[in-house]
């Protein structure tokens, strides 16, 4: 198929919409991690995942989540993805 211009912007604005979903769920995140809620919080960087796989922070407050529920083989998968991710991801 090809991509038109209008086409192109759907897709631009696809990609900004998805962006500021994992921001949202990531600040959701945070906030249940901050009130204790390791759960609710694993879910939401789950999701952030989901949508922007290469962002190294939410891989990493996952992983200390997960150490919070003494999921210990879960956070250091979390935590070496983390690192694996390249420097120039931004997460």
Do not use: W
């Not at 500021?20 to 600040?27: E, L, P």
């Not at 150490?67 to 991801?89: F, M, R, W, Y």
């Amino acid at each position: 198929m090809k991509k038109t211009f209008f086409s192109r912007i759907e897709l631009g604005k696809s990609c900004s919409e998805d962006k500021r979903k994992a921001q949202v769920y990531f600040n959701q995140g945070n906030e249940k991690f901050y009130f204790k809620d390791y759960h609710g919080a694993i879910a939401d960087y789950t999701k952030v995942i989901e949508i922007d796989p290469k962002n190294t922070m939410a891989y990493y407050y996952r992983g200390c989540a997960k150490i919070h529920l003494q999921d210990s083989i879960g956070a250091i998968e979390d935590l070496n993805k983390a690192v694996e991710i390249p420097l120039t991801s931004k997460g």
